[in-house]
């Protein structure tokens, strides 16, 4: 096991005394499984092979069961979800809310995807929304932002701030964030950075208002994403603009890294840190002159090992800072 193997490392290195190695042992072999994180993770499994298998479903038997018919089918179980979840909701409060009832935020999910999946194939076989794709996407967009306030989802809120991004013609899944979004386009960008702006701005103000303040971590880690990623491919491709586009990514990256602080986040430290390092990077050596490229070079790539050492050693310790 890597437990024993590192417990054997640092009892080499004298870290640990015998009789410690034995009772961490101990409790490594003895300690209690959480099943509900096991449960939960099979349960939103379970929720994306019922998608795909409803996908495969309407592909394979559309010609004899009928369209008619599946949408028929589809909208009963996502009102049957929604039913279900007005009725058995927790009141509204700002704070963070523990909803009560078994279940609940994976019904609450699936009748979200459910309701993309009606919808979508409504619009793709009926042209419900005509040529206005722009209302096909705003509409999930405002009632996955109700629904996530409303019964405190995070899950619900990634997929209105997406839904929202394709509106505004981006990609804010991180996945695909640096695929689908093409950053050398300064249309893409400019409305990478605004929408990123904003997003970020109204998540600080509902944070100092107290109205989910535990959503900002979501907000962060999407919107924040997407608006660094621009500044950077801004300040790559448009030298005209290249210090205003620098300036945004430091405003960007200290917000990151205020955000990791009080969220305690080591992904979100990682990437302001990312982001910094390539942004000043790219601005020392692409304005600097040849003659002293060279001589920076080496004592740069120095600075910057001993920067990576000594922030693996420290992070803990800068995250506590809050």
Same mark, same amino acid.
């Given at each position: 096991?890597?437990?024993?193997?590192?417990?054997?490392?640092?009892?080499?290195?004298?870290?640990?005394?015998?009789?410690?190695?034995?009772?961490?042992?101990? =409790?490594?072999?003895? #300690?209690? *499984?959480?099943?509900?994180? @096991?449960?939960? +993770?099979? /349960?939103? %499994?379970?929720?994306?092979? !019922?998608?795909?298998?409803?996908?495969?479903?309407?592909?394979?038997?559309?010609?004899?069961?009928?369209?008619?018919?599946?949408?028929?089918?589809?909208?009963?179980?996502?009102?049957?979800?929604?039913?279900?979840?007005?009725?058995?909701?927790?009141? =509204?409060?700002?704070? #963070?809310? *523990?909803?009560?009832?078994? @279940?609940?935020? +994976?019904? /609450?999910? %699936?009748?979200?995807?459910? !309701?993309?999946?009606?919808?979508?194939?409504?619009?793709?076989?009926?042209?419900?929304?005509?040529?206005?794709?722009?209302?096909?996407?705003?509409?999930?967009?405002?009632?996955?932002?109700?629904?996530?306030?409303?019964?405190?989802?995070?899950?619900?809120?990634?997929?209105?701030?997406?839904?929202?991004?394709?509106?505004?013609?981006? +990609?804010?899944?991180?996945?695909?964030?640096?695929?689908?979004?093409?950053?050398?386009?300064?249309?893409?960008?400019?409305?990478?950075?605004?929408?990123?702006?904003?997003?970020?701005?109204?998540?600080?103000?509902?944070?100092?208002?107290?109205?989910?303040?535990?959503?900002?971590?979501?907000?962060?880690?999407?919107?924040?994403?997407?608006?660094?990623?621009?500044?950077?491919?801004?300040?790559?491709?448009?030298?005209?603009?290249?210090?205003?586009?620098?300036?945004?990514?430091?405003?960007?990256?200290?917000?990151?890294?205020?955000?990791?602080?009080?969220?305690?986040?080591?992904?979100?430290?990682?990437?302001?840190?990312?982001?910094?390092?390539?942004?000043?990077?790219?601005?020392?050596?692409?304005?600097?002159?040849?003659?002293?490229?060279?001589?920076?070079?080496?004592?740069?790539?120095?600075?910057?090992?001993?920067?990576?050492?000594?922030?693996?050693?420290?992070?803990?310790?800068?995250?506590?800072?809050?």
């Amino acid at each position: 096991m890597k437990v024993n193997l590192l417990l054997d490392e640092l009892e080499q290195k004298e870290l640990l005394t015998p009789a410690q190695r034995v009772v961490i042992g101990q =409790y490594e072999k003895q #300690k209690p *499984v959480s099943l509900f994180i @096991y449960l939960r +993770t099979l /349960l939103y %499994l379970s929720i994306s092979a !019922f998608i795909g298998g409803i996908g495969v479903l309407i592909y394979e038997n559309i010609d004899t069961v009928g369209h008619t018919i599946l949408i028929s089918i589809l909208a009963l179980v996502t009102v049957g979800c929604f039913v279900f979840v007005f009725r058995k909701g927790t009141p =509204y409060r700002p704070e #963070k809310v *523990v909803q009560t009832t078994h @279940y609940f935020d +994976t019904v /609450l999910l %699936l009748g979200c995807l459910l !309701f993309l999946t009606l919808e979508g194939y409504a619009q793709y076989q009926y042209e419900l929304f005509g040529t206005r794709y722009g209302l096909a996407v705003i509409i999930p967009a405002i009632f996955f932002f109700y629904l996530a306030y409303r019964y405190d989802h995070q899950g619900v809120l990634s997929l209105a701030i997406t839904a929202l991004a394709s509106w505004v013609g981006l +990609t804010a899944t991180p996945s695909e964030l640096l695929v689908k979004n093409d950053f050398s386009d300064p249309a893409v960008i400019r409305a990478s950075v605004i929408f990123g702006a904003i997003i970020l701005t109204t998540a600080r103000f509902l944070k100092q208002r107290g109205i989910k303040p535990h959503f900002t971590y979501t907000y962060v880690l999407l919107a924040g994403t997407l608006y660094l990623a621009a500044c950077t491919g801004g300040m790559f491709t448009q030298d005209r603009l290249q210090l205003l586009f620098g300036v945004l990514l430091g405003i960007g990256c200290w917000d990151f890294f205020k955000n990791a602080q009080d969220e305690n986040s080591l992904l979100l430290l990682l990437i302001s840190v990312i982001f910094g390092y390539t942004g000043i990077t790219y601005l020392l050596f692409n304005n600097l002159l040849n003659e002293f490229m060279e001589f920076l070079a080496s004592f740069y790539l120095l600075a910057s090992a001993a920067g990576v050492v000594w922030f693996f050693v420290s992070y803990k310790k800068i995250l506590k800072r809050s």
